[in-house]
């Protein structure tokens, strides 16, 4: 009789953004004359840039002919992307990344889940509330946790709520974690992490013996100069973080696929007896078991990415989402809302009107004004009363939603 991993079973049902799809359907189907505008869902709306579009030409045009024909790549990914990726999106922030411990892949969302595997099943994870719902989710499916419980919260997983109070930065917990996530600038509530607060955290794993994975998805729309790409710009941030990355939001490749995660050879974990043993070795391991290698011609494409002329279109595709987020952080906080991120990142969290509950918000916005964002209290039991706008749209439809809103 085949047994079903019974952890699976705990996941609250429904998950967030199918959810949001059903109600959204629902109404388009009841008033089809309407035109619903969607800031919900975190997806790109601009295509490839050309140097890139070129890029991915020239790498599909190779595999047609026998003198440039590829076949299965290096499983950890070409060198030509781990060096260039080292160079251009490490080193010039002072941040010292080696090529070789850079492990190419075709998703942060499948890097992050699956990194837990290599930790102990034993492990206590902590994470932030609200959160990318990705990390707790996996943390469920990897038997790591009890059933949910009625606060929210599934027993085992250590949350760290962020809110207004503490600035959407997560006090140091009083159990200690073995693994904590943290994603700066975060998705949802668009706000960054300084220099001094990632430090606490270093130092704070440091002292513990902890694993910091650290979701950097959202690097490339930091704007303030002081605030950190990278955790590694942090002084021993080496010994205790593994980063993510990922080009899906940076440069348009959600469709495209691709992402690095950085697992820095002085990173240690322990086995039962206590010894160090470096954690990369065992993602080495694990992902040229599991994993192939990302295509080449997405591999060339996003090499592209850090070429000078790719650096420059990418740069300005981000400006225009970064100013679709000003549009609509200066239109929110105009009408009165309470307004956190937009200006180092793409989303703009706020305090629903007159403490609604998220999906109270969301019912109206959709009926009254036809626009569609993501319910705050998807992300967490911290983040009911919030709201998440995406500035991922076309200009038109910015300015629109926010005249609409003023309606409502
Ligand atoms: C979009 C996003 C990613 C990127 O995932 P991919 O699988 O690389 O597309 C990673 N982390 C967060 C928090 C995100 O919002």
Not at 18 to 30: H, S, T
Not at 44 to 69: C, D, N, S
Not at 197 to 209: I, P, T
Not at 314 to 338: C, F, H, R
Request: hydrophobic share 40%.
């Amino acid at each position: 009789m085949a047994q079903i991993n019974e952890n699976y079973l705990k996941l609250a049902a429904g998950y967030l953004f199918p959810e949001i799809g059903r109600r959204v359907n629902a109404f388009a189907q009841a008033n089809p004359e309407k035109r619903v505008i969607r800031m919900g869902i975190g997806d790109v709306t601009q295509p490839l840039t050309p140097a890139v579009i070129k890029a991915f030409h020239e790498g599909v045009e190779e595999m047609a002919h026998p003198a440039t024909f590829k076949g299965y790549g290096p499983e950890l990914g070409y060198a030509f992307l781990r060096t260039v990726i080292a160079e251009k999106a490490f080193a010039s922030r002072g941040a010292h990344v080696s090529p070789d411990d850079i492990f190419i892949s075709d998703g942060s969302k499948c890097d992050t889940g699956n990194i837990q595997e290599i930790f102990g099943s034993n492990s206590r994870i902590a994470i932030c509330d609200p959160v990318y719902p990705v990390y707790a989710d996996t943390t469920v499916m990897s038997g790591k946790t009890g059933n949910m419980m009625g606060n929210g919260y599934y027993d085992g997983i250590i949350y760290m709520p962020c809110t207004a109070e503490n600035h959407f930065i997560p006090e140091l917990p009083d159990e200690v974690p073995d693994l904590i996530f943290l994603c700066y600038p975060n998705n949802p509530t668009g706000t960054v992490a300084t220099k001094d607060e990632l430090k606490k955290w270093v130092d704070y794993a440091l002292e513990h013996k902890s694993v910091i994975l650290f979701d950097a998805a959202y690097e490339a729309f930091i704007r303030d100069p002081e605030i950190p790409h990278s955790i590694y710009e942090i002084e021993n941030a080496e010994k205790v973080a593994i980063e993510f990355r990922s080009l899906s939001k940076t440069a348009g490749f959600t469709g495209t696929r691709l992402a690095y995660t950085i697992i820095p050879s002085a990173l240690m974990g322990y086995d039962s007896q206590g010894n160090a043993i470096p954690v990369k070795k065992l993602w080495d391991r694990r992902h040229s078991t599991k994993f192939n290698g990302v295509s080449y011609p997405v591999q060339k494409a996003a090499a592209a990415v850090f070429s000078e002329e790719g650096q420059k279109e990418t740069q300005a595709v981000i400006d225009y989402y970064m100013e679709n987020a000003a549009i609509i952080k200066k239109s929110l906080t105009t009408l009165g809302y309470e307004v956190y991120g937009g200006e180092n990142a793409p989303y703009i969290w706020t305090g629903t009107p007159g403490g609604m509950k998220s999906w109270e918000f969301f019912d109206l916005l959709l009926t009254r004004a036809n626009v569609v964002g993501t319910p705050g209290s998807g992300f967490g039991p911290a983040g009911e009363g919030y709201f998440r706008f995406s500035a991922f749209a076309d200009r038109e439809n910015v300015l629109e939603a926010m005249e609409r809103i003023k309606t409502v």
